[in-house]
């Protein structure tokens, strides 16, 4: 299995700025993407930014020229680096990683989600 574990995230005022790391643990055999959704109550959860293996990257409108989103591929990290924040940016923030999981002999697909990291920014 692998499992993925979330830091960063609080409590911030309109403009200010806060980053999310998330690493990734286990039988890892290839991590093809990772990215950042967040979820508010009442809604579905929603994509916010995502980077391939290859460092494609890929943002919500919402955010785009205020989040940075990086890959540590022998790390297997991705964190979100947020500027510019918002009170529409308040949300729950969840980490996803998919690829395979195992050994070259029985790779197979995995994807996973992170426990959630509170972020509120007030007006």
């Known amino acids: 299995q692998v499992q993925l574990v979330e830091s960063g995230g609080g409590l911030v005022q309109a403009g200010g700025s806060l980053r999310l790391s998330c690493a990734a643990s286990?039988?890892?055999?290839?991590?093809?993407?990772m990215g950042w959704y967040r979820q508010v109550p009442g809604k579905q959860r929603e994509l916010v930014a995502k980077?391939?293996?290859?460092?494609?990257?890929n943002y919500a409108d919402s955010v785009k020229g205020r989040f940075t989103i990086s890959r540590d591929n022998a790390k297997n990290t991705v964190d979100l680096q947020m500027n510019s924040l918002q009170p529409e940016d308040t949300g729950a923030y969840y980490c996803?990683?998919?690829?395979?999981?195992?050994?070259?002999?029985?790779?197979?697909?995995?994807?996973?989600w992170g426990q959630g990291a509170q972020v509120t920014v007030s007006s």
């Open positions: 980077v391939t293996n290859g460092g494609s990257t």
């Open positions: 286990g039988t890892i055999f290839r991590i093809n993407a």
């Open positions: 996803n990683a998919e690829g395979l999981e195992g050994s070259w002999w029985n790779a197979r697909p995995f994807g996973s």
